[in-house]
């Protein structure tokens, strides 16, 4: 418990003169007092300012308003409000006030304020400030809770006259306050009051009070056309009323005489709604703007809303009916009765959830904090894990983040961060859940949670966001706590939850490879790929390091557009030969996320698909006798394909294909030219550019390639011979992940080909075929040629 010398806050009293808590927006500060004065269920409850004498139901009448602290009571949904009274309000004085306040208004209600809805959080803040420093002071002078015990702020409506009535049971203020604190615009009770605590060198109490900038209070004018302010302080007798109107050079300020219209302690404002504001006068969006932006204030907040109960009642007989029953002397008579709810207004705890963040995490059950997630994030699912942590130092804040089990948004949205994952408050009061990276790189947008800083001034803006220091700050700390809390569940025992996150979050990781450098090495650790020896189950980097062989110095990767067409490559077969693993990305954005990534503990990732592809196993010799051999068919295989390829070389990564088609060291990959080509708004132009230059590797032990050679030195203009080199650059071309310019004339080739290697091997001579008789024992039946005979000398 904190404690303060009477000496202390003497000081405090003398310096202020006052405890008012009407300047900007409110919290609180956290003195704690016996519960036999906060404990509202127990104590003084006051009721309905608007209403009174109304009759009440039965189940009501066990209401007790103790020595008339508060006028009015619950009432029946069907009875009219009592009328205002007739008689004139008392003259009061009139005042100026201290400032150029048609301009000063017109920016404060026009500009400071881009949500009209904020107006109900400011003035709830400040009556929360006015309960606090009434806390605070009674610590040394109990006195000061006589007049009323309870400690709570309460808002009534009246939809048909829109106007909405805010009353506290705080310090109230005097008549020279409402001048000094509603008089002058920008002038802060509460800054004068922190000011205090400050110069006092031995006051030991924790700084929680929000509003210190004097303008909360006119956040009012935002729907209100006039608002009335009655306010009664402990150190004064009297009541007085301050009131004002939209758009005015002055107030007035006069004395309270209706006793209908006093109050024991304390501060109401009524707000007498314009005409196009007048839906805030509604009870059920009162009860939904407190639980939006006032859930975790540390007072209850209670709204005036309608409730109802059942009851039976009895219901009139039809004559005819009581007739008959009457001549029926036998049957037992029993009254007819029917089912009605009875309507009536009461008091209904608004604000029930509470701010488990403030407490030590140590006490906190993992029961609580995914009640609290589901609660406040209406999910229905427990999150996969959570973290609670308290910042201290430059910037002090306190937060709770979730990892939750699904994806809300769908796993493809990751492009769009505003996904209001992150709730922030400033001392409790909600602030904004619409942000565009300030607090959380896009790419984690999935994480949730709520962060609450004392050092972000309450009216806070998307321009002071995007410029202030301390959310740079507060947006490295929690990003940082984000990554410890995905890595612990990384590292848990339970592997499925980790698959179940990349399953949801993956993609988002890897757009952080993309967009964010900074945070690589922490990044890095929780990808996951398929590989060359694990097509079931990704492995973490650090596990493809495990299987490493020791002479390996670089990370081996294809991209391709799936596990099946990687495993089939051409590239993989010297690769395989010599056990070496290969991570296959099979996700469009993998590519693009491990060329930012570049490196992972000093292993270089490389592209098996590129050129000069070094396995560390090269035999300079070797090299130089197979150059000598074939560099001539290289030259020959250049000159036939022209422009297509950049060159022709040896290759060193095949073993059982005659070619391959490799990109250059600089340009797109196969998979990434597919990719790009496959863009709704691609740039053709860009993608001539970026294809690069392709390098045809031949794989000089394939029986193939040893006929073109051949071909090559006895008869290098043969056209059999060149239509081969065709048909292998077109083989390569799809073997290797292009995409070839001419398909039909790429099959034509193969049919062509396929025509001279079938020719005639199942197809015998063709012959003059003859009916066969179905009787193979019956001879041929041949016809006699009738010769004329001739006689020597054309004689007979």
């Not at 089990?405 to 904004?432: C, E, H, M």
């Amino acid at each position: 418990m904190y404690k303060l010398s009477r000496r202390s806050v003497s000081a405090i009293l003398r310096y202020t003169g006052s405890a008012s808590g009407y300047r900007s927006a409110a919290a609180a500060i956290a003195v704690p007092i016996s519960d036999s004065v906060v404990d509202s269920d127990t104590k003084l409850r006051w009721y309905s300012v608007l209403t009174a004498g109304t009759e009440i139901p039965n189940k009501t009448k066990h209401l007790n308003v103790k020595n008339g602290l508060f006028l009015g009571t619950r009432y029946e949904s069907t009875a009219a409000e009592s009328d205002a009274s007739s008689s004139p309000p008392p003259v009061g004085e009139k005042h100026e006030y201290q400032a150029e306040v048609s301009r000063l208004m017109d920016l404060i209600v026009n500009s400071l304020y881009s949500n009209k809805e904020v107006f109900l959080r400011e003035l709830i803040s400040n009556a929360s400030d006015a309960l606090d420093k009434l806390r605070f002071l009674s610590v040394t002078d109990p006195e000061l809770l006589r007049d009323a015990a309870d400690l709570d702020i309460r808002i009534q409506t009246d939809k048909d006259n829109g106007i909405v009535t805010i009353t506290d049971s705080g310090i109230g203020m005097t008549r020279q306050e409402l001048i000094d604190c509603l008089g002058t615009i920008a002038q802060s009770g509460t800054a004068k009051f922190l000011k205090a605590l400050k110069d006092s060198k031995d006051a030991g109490a924790e700084n929680n009070l929000i509003g210190q900038f004097g303008v909360g209070f006119y956040s009012a004018f935002l729907v209100a056309d006039r608002v009335i302010v009655s306010t009664k302080s402990p150190k004064s007798d009297k009541q007085y009323v301050w009131e004002g109107e939209a758009n005015a050079s002055s107030y007035t300020i006069r004395e309270e005489t209706d006793p209908e219209n006093l109050i024991p302690r304390g501060t109401r404002l009524t707000l007498h709604l314009k005409r196009d504001d007048k839906g805030f006068a509604h009870p059920e969006r009162i009860q939904k703007l407190v639980k939006n932006y006032s859930q975790f204030v540390s007072f209850p907040i209670y709204t005036w809303q309608e409730k109802g109960y059942t009851k039976e009642v009895e219901v009139d007989e039809d004559p005819a009916e009581a007739k008959k029953d009457e001549q029926d002397d036998t049957t037992e008579k029993k009254k007819k009765t029917k089912t009605v709810v009875e309507r009536y207004w009461d008091w209904e705890l608004t604000n029930e959830t509470q701010p488990i963040w403030l407490r030590n995490p140590k006490e906190v059950s993992t029961e609580e904090y995914n009640e609290f997630y589901k609660k406040t994030f209406n999910e229905y699912l427990e999150p996969l894990a959570s973290s609670h942590f308290t910042t201290e130092g430059e910037v002090e804040f306190r937060s709770i983040l979730y990892v939750p089990a699904i994806a809300s948004t769908g796993k493809d949205d990751i492009a769009n961060p505003k996904t209001k994952n992150i709730r922030l408050y400033v001392k409790r009061v909600f602030i904004s859940d619409d942000f565009d990276g300030e607090l959380f790189p896009r790419y984690l947008s999935f994480v949730k949670g709520v962060v609450d800083s004392n050092d972000l001034p309450l009216n806070v803006s998307r321009e002071i966001l995007q410029e202030s220091r301390i959310v740079r700050i507060m947006r490295k700390r929690l990003v940082r706590k984000a990554f410890d809390m995905i890595l612990g569940i990384s590292m848990s025992e339970n592997r499925e939850d980790y698959e179940k996150f990349w399953d949801n979050f993956g993609r988002h990781l890897k757009l952080g490879c993309i967009e964010d450098r900074e945070n690589h090495k922490r990044i890095a650790p929780l990808l996951r790929f398929f590989s060359s020896q694990s097509e079931e189950e990704m492995i973490s980097l650090d596990e493809y390091m495990e299987n490493m062989k020791p002479e390996q110095k670089d990370i081996y990767y294809i991209a391709s557009d799936s596990v099946n067409s990687a495993r089939n490559t051409p590239f993989l077969e010297r690769l395989l030969e010599k056990d070496l693993e290969v991570l296959f990305l099979v996700d469009p954005i993998d590519e693009l996320a491990i060329q930012n990534l570049k490196s992972y503990k000093e292993k270089t990732f490389v592209d098996i698909t590129k050129e000069d592809l070094d396995l560390g196993d090269k035999n300079e010799e070797k090299e130089k006798a197979m150059k000598q051999e074939f560099g001539q068919t290289c030259d020959w295989i250049k000159k036939r394909l022209g422009d297509k390829v950049a060159s022709v070389q040896i290759s060193s990564r095949l073993s059982s294909s005659p070619c391959v088609l490799v990109s250059g060291k600089f340009g797109w990959s196969a998979n990434m030219e597919r990719l790009m080509k496959s863009q709704t708004v691609g740039d053709m132009s860009s993608l001539e550019f970026m294809k690069g230059r392709r390098v045809f590797e031949i794989n000089p032990e394939h029986e193939i390639i040893k006929n073109l050679n051949a071909a090559c030195r006895s008869n290098p203009d043969d056209e059999d011979a060149l239509r081969a080199v065709d048909l292998l650059y077109d083989t390569a071309l799809v073997s290797s992940g292009y995409t070839p310019e001419n398909p039909a004339q790429l099959g034509g080739k193969i049919y062509e080909m396929m025509g001279m290697a079938l020719s005639g091997k199942w197809l015998t001579s063709p012959e003059v075929q003859h009916p066969v008789s179905s009787r193979s024992d019956i001879p041929e039946t041949l016809e006699a040629e009738v010769v004329e005979p001739v006689e020597a000398d054309g004689q007979k």
